[in-house]
């Protein structure tokens, strides 16, 4: 039930940037987390930034942690990530997921079909 829609990736130097955007519909947006997850060719998929509800809070994987940037707009029920200092390890399908927090833990369950970002040496 609900859709998230991710756009804005393509094909990219190394050290370009990039920013994707998860359009979301059918649920109250503002009551979730949400999440940036990736899955690169041959790997398992990877959280590599989330927010909370309110978007005072962020969490980054160490790997992009001061290039990427997780935001959120619940006005226009939509979540970001902007992508600076790109690196080709970063080439990767990206999904959006949206969940439910529990003490330090957050539980997706609600997912996007994904977005592919290639970034060429």
């Known amino acids: 039930q609900g859709q998230l829609v991710e756009s804005g990736g393509g094909l990219v130097q190394a050290g370009g940037s990039l920013r994707l955007s998860c359009i979301s519909s059918?649920?109250?947006?503002?009551?979730?987390?949400m999440g940036w997850f990736r899955q690169a060719l041959g790997a398992e998929r990877e959280l590599v930034a989330a927010?909370?509800?309110?978007?005072?809070?962020?969490h980054y994987a160490d790997s992009v942690k001061g290039r990427l940037t997780i935001s959120r707009d619940n006005d226009r029920a939509t979540l970001y990530l902007q992508m600076n200092a790109l690196k080709p390890e970063d080439t990767a399908v990206y999904y959006c997921?949206?969940?439910?927090?529990?003490?330090?833990?957050?539980?997706?369950?609600?997912w996007g079909q994904g977005n592919t970002l290639t970034v060429t040496s």
């Open positions: 997921a949206g969940g439910v927090a529990r003490t330090h833990e957050v539980r997706f369950h609600w």
């Open positions: 059918g649920r109250d947006f503002s009551r979730y987390s």
């Open positions: 927010i909370n509800w309110i978007g005072d809070s962020t």
